[in-house]
């Protein structure tokens, strides 16, 4: 089935990667990113559920990108409460700082958010939830309905809240929402370290204070199973907290009360004494928990705040952007054999390029001049004879007779060709082949083609109308998934000179390299579309080669393949070969009447 290229998922994804200012690779089954790319999936599907958390998680990991920190993150990595309060803060950070300037994220994350809690990926705690699950998500659901506007989240804020009311000392509460009211001033990732350090030592602090004001039963004075120096909050000012976080004691039976009745189960979350315990405190004379319940509501709060600090990984739960990544995850049913690299600056020479632009420049002179000439004269319309006009056809004087007065010349010009075209130029190790003609070695393949591509890409940036590019693949270190942005669309090739010229490594991706071209061209302006295929004709993957030029011809983007040294028509429906750098201006005429010329 050929399908066309504008709505298709690689492209749209590449397209909001330019849009948002970052890099966006589409391939394999996985979402990723490495603080520098982001990675989507290569879906092959039209479910409009899907596409909006990958464009959601897109816009999410964008804003990452582009105004995190990752040192930050690195530094509180050791502490699993302190990482997700982080997360928190700096998720909501971001996205607001990233929806100023794209207002349209706000909505593309808001559905992403919407979609995972339809779907039921996350729901209002309960009682029997760690305490660092509730206030992750008290903070988590609040945040993003206070700061971000997320009303989708408004019923599970609201519960999370009395979850949070109920199970922590109202001390602890009251001073973490006058903590959070300093989270709209945040203004980097390290102001949200700081924040998230400074709710850790609130609770830290109320949990010391309760131990002073009731010590039986509650202090750890051994200091068993403290965080250790790694996980510490630090200062505000960046260094590590003198004081040890208290966490319950390895021999105090997970937060055991006096008459053995227990406030914690063995996750840490709170639970109620056992029948026997109670009937225990009875005979003993101890006060009973339904005659205490303060008393034990009391010991329960502070059981969550050391809880909530020797909170491990298990203890918490994902943020929503872990769980669009999970969800965007493709099966090989979903998958396609696609994979659209991200550009790379190419090496460089400054010396190599002018070099090859000295040579080139006397070639494409040539080449421009024809086709300007054939452009200028196309442009002229074949003549309409009119009953008025200043000048008249002498071969049509003889129609007055007859009545016809039609008799008067009138030409009309056309509009500029209004076309662009995308040179892309093979690398791989076969293109080091030389060419030989008439017994004479011509060069290798690369050389013919990086001589082409230029005087090519010369020719045609002086035609009003045209708008070229060149791109090499494969890109660097030979990866199929990367290509090398030699010359991008509205780019000059005097600009670029040094950029021309690199040597060859890898295979040949040539797939890869049409949906790279393919998805550029779709970003032109340009109605008319053009791919130049300067190689040897070899692709890794002849069936994902067939594939994309079928999309292309479906989505009217015209494709010619120009083999070096060997014919391509195997692979290309359009092609030409040359042999020579003085070929390329007896080819371009001939492609010219196709390529250039508005029908």
């Known amino acids: 089935m050929n399908r066309k290229l504008n709505n298709a998922f690689p492209i749209v994804a590449a397209a909001l990667g330019d849009k948002l200012g970052v890099k966006v690779r589409v391939g394999g089954h996985e979402a990723r990113t490495d603080g520098n790319i982001i990675q989507i999936p290569a879906y092959d599907g039209d479910d409009p559920d899907y596409r909006d958390v990958a464009w959601g998680y897109l816009a999410h990991e964008a804003a990452h990108v582009r105004y995190t920190e990752m040192s930050y993150f690195t530094q509180a990595a050791a502490s699993p409460i302190r990482k997700a309060l982080l997360n928190?803060?700096?998720?909501?950070?971001?996205?607001?700082?990233l929806a100023d300037i794209y207002p349209g994220t706000r909505l593309t994350i808001e559905k992403t958010v919407r979609k995972l809690i339809d779907n039921g990926d996350f729901a209002a705690p309960t009682p029997d939830d760690h305490p660092a699950a509730v206030l992750q998500a008290f903070l988590l659901f609040g945040l993003r309905r206070g700061e971000l506007g997320q009303t989708a989240l408004s019923d599970l804020a609201d519960s999370a809240e009395r979850t949070l009311e109920d199970r922590f000392p109202p001390g602890a509460v009251t001073r973490l929402f006058g903590l959070l009211s300093e989270v709209p001033g945040l203004t980097g990732t390290r102001d949200c370290l700081s924040l998230t350090d400074r709710i850790l030592r609130m609770i830290q602090e109320e949990l010391e204070k309760a131990n002073e004001e009731?010590?039986?039963?509650?202090?750890?004075?051994?200091?068993?199973?403290?965080?250790?120096?790694?996980?510490?909050?630090?200062?505000?000012?960046g260094g590590l907290d003198d004081s040890p976080h208290p966490a319950t004691e390895e021999g105090d039976d997970s937060g055991a009360l006096p008459g053995g009745q227990k406030t914690e189960d063995n996750r840490g979350s709170v639970g109620q004494a056992p029948e026997d315990d109670r009937k225990a405190a009875a005979d003993s004379g101890m006060p009973s928990a339904s005659s205490s319940g303060r008393d034990s509501k009391d010991k329960a709060e502070v059981c969550a705040l050391r809880a909530v600090l020797s909170a491990v990984?298990?203890?918490?739960?994902?943020?929503?952007?872990?769980?669009?990544?999970?969800?965007?995850?493709?099966?090989?049913?979903?998958?396609?054999?696609?994979?659209?690299?991200?550009?790379d600056e190419p090496?460089?020479?400054?010396?190599?390029?002018?070099?090859?632009?000295?040579?080139?420049?006397?070639?494409?002179g040539r080449i421009r001049a024809t086709l300007q000439g054939l452009v200028q004269s196309s442009r002229l319309r074949k003549p309409v004879h009119k009953r008025s006009?200043?000048?008249?056809?002498?071969?049509?004087?003889?129609?007055?007779?007859?009545?016809?007065?039609?008799?008067?010349?009138?030409?009309?010009?056309?509009?500029?060709?209004?076309?662009?075209?995308?040179?892309?130029?093979?690398?791989?190790?076969?293109?080091?082949?030389?060419?030989?003609?008439?017994?004479?070695?011509?060069?290798?393949?690369?050389?013919?083609?990086?001589?082409?591509?230029?005087?090519?890409?010369?020719?045609?940036?002086?035609i009003p109308g045209v708008n070229p590019a060149v791109t090499a693949f494969p890109g660097r270190q030979g990866a199929d998934d990367r290509v090398y942005r030699v010359?991008?669309?509205g780019q000059r090739v005097r600009q670029r000179a040094p950029c021309y010229g690199f040597g060859t490594e890898g295979g040949t991706p040539l797939a890869q390299g049409l949906w790279y071209a393919a998805g550029r061209l779709l970003a032109c302006r340009e109605p008319r579309k053009v791919i130049l295929a300067l190689t040897d004709g070899e692709p890794d993957s002849l069936d994902a080669t067939q594939d994309i030029l079928a999309r292309c011809a479906a989505t009217r983007i015209e494709v010619v393949g120009i083999g070096l040294g060997l014919e391509v028509g195997q692979v290309?429906?359009?092609?030409?070969?040359?042999?020579?750098?003085?070929?390329?201006?007896?080819?371009?005429?001939?492609?010219?009447?196709?390529?250039?010329?508005?029908?």
């Not at 928190?88 to 700082?97: C, G, H, P």
């Not at 009731?214 to 000012?237: E, F, M, V, W, Y």
């Not at 030989?436 to 230029?454: P, T």
Request: aromatic share 4%.
């Open 572 to 599: 290309f429906e359009r092609s030409v070969s040359i042999l020579h750098i003085h070929e390329l201006r007896t080819r371009l005429f001939e492609l010219s009447r196709n390529l250039l010329i508005a029908a």
């Open 487 to 489: 010359m991008d669309h």
């Open 389 to 462: 006009g200043h000048r008249m056809d002498g071969n049509r004087l003889y129609r007055i007779a007859t009545g016809d007065a039609r008799i008067f010349d009138r030409c009309s010009h056309q509009s500029a060709p209004n076309t662009a075209v995308h040179v892309l130029v093979d690398r791989s190790p076969s293109m080091k082949a030389v060419v030989i003609h008439d017994q004479k070695v011509m060069g290798s393949r690369i050389e013919l083609a990086w001589e082409a591509s230029m005087a090519l890409a010369l020719a045609l940036e002086g």
């Open 313 to 343: 990984d298990g203890d918490i739960g994902q943020d929503f952007f872990e769980r669009a990544r999970d969800a965007i995850r493709v099966t090989g049913s979903q998958s396609a054999d696609i994979s659209l690299p991200t550009a």
């Open 347 to 364: 090496p460089r020479s400054l010396q190599g390029g002018l070099a090859l632009l000295d040579k080139s420049a006397r070639e494409s």
């Open 214 to 237: 009731n010590p039986s039963g509650l202090d750890d004075p051994a200091g068993q199973d403290r965080p250790t120096g790694q996980n510490r909050p630090d200062r505000q000012d």
């Open 88 to 97: 928190i803060l700096e998720d909501v950070r971001i996205e607001k700082r």
